[in-house]
């Protein structure tokens, strides 16, 4: 039997290949892991200008009016319910996700110190 040192032409046609399904493998996770990134950056600009809007809305609740704001793509809407010295703050907070847009609703509540008996 002949033993020479080195690779078959089988050997190196497997390894090209494994090697191949590798790079792939790892250029698929990387455009998936850049999506999911861009999902959390919406997610997080829509959490962010409904949060502050929110806390607008708290800090003043017996001037607290429903309202809108628009930002470029980014939009903003809140309502205010009120039932005596109680308020219910609801806002809508929509920022643009590609072809899609990502919205997130908060709620919270305030008590107008004017308007308690």
Request: net charge positive.
């Amino acid at each position: 039997m002949n033993r020479e040192a080195g690779f078959s032409l089988v050997e190196a046609t497997v390894a090209a290949v494994v090697l191949a399904v590798g790079v792939l493998g790892v250029a698929a996770s990387g455009a998936a892991a850049r999506r999911l990134a861009d999902l959390g950056g919406s997610r997080a600009r829509a959490a962010e200008l409904g949060l502050g809007r929110l806390a607008l809305l708290e800090a003043d609740p017996c001037g607290a009016a429903s309202g809108s704001w628009r930002g470029g793509r980014d939009v903003v809407g809140w309502t205010v319910v009120s039932a005596g010295a109680a308020r219910r703050l609801d806002v809508v907070a929509s920022v643009p996700e590609g072809a899609r847009t990502r919205t997130v609703r908060l709620a919270g509540q305030a008590l107008c110190a004017a308007a308690l008996p």
